[in-house]
């Protein structure tokens, strides 16, 4: 039963950080008057006791790149009992991609109590390291081509 939990939401995971990214895409102009009220509604979301709204308010506020949520997704990252918010909390502030935040996401990986938390971490920080290095070196992409992102 651990195993298929663990399973699960590695997989999850996964699936949310080759997703592609709402913040980069042009947002409808509505979606553009309401951004605040989004924001707002998603930054209470994060305090609720209910795991699946929190764990969905915390993915959007990274998909939004969402710098007002950094704090409360570093406290969840922190100290929440729900090992699936902790995750997605660490995908999105790497997402946010401040330095705040990845560099408690590379602390994460390196110190929290959950060894999956911990693993899954250190991916996204890896990631986010190779992601930095191809931009930065884009003649390399080529050589790292039979890498599944």
Do not use: W
């Not at 102009?29 to 605040?36: G, L, R, T």
């Not at 406290?75 to 995750?87: E, G, M, V």
């Not at 602390?107 to 986010?128: A, C, I, P, Q, W």
């Amino acid at each position: 039963m651990k195993t298929l939990k663990v399973l699960s939401i590695v997989l999850f995971s996964f699936l949310l950080l080759s997703s592609t990214s709402i913040a980069s895409q042009e947002l409808d102009p509505v979606v553009k008057a309401k951004y605040k009220t989004i924001e707002a509604n998603l930054l209470v979301g994060l305090k609720s006791d209910n795991d699946g709204l929190r764990i969905s308010c915390a993915y959007y506020l990274g998909e939004m790149k969402s710098e007002k949520a950094v704090v409360d997704l570093l406290k969840i990252l922190r100290d929440d009992d729900c090992y699936a918010a902790r995750i997605i909390a660490a995908l999105s502030l790497i997402k946010i991609d401040n330095e705040q935040s990845v560099y408690m996401v590379k602390r994460t990986s390196l110190f929290n109590d959950f060894e999956g938390v911990r693993k899954m971490s250190e991916k996204f920080y890896l990631s986010h390291l190779l992601k930095k290095y191809l931009e930065q070196h884009p003649e390399k992409a080529a050589d790292l081509a039979y890498i599944n992102f």
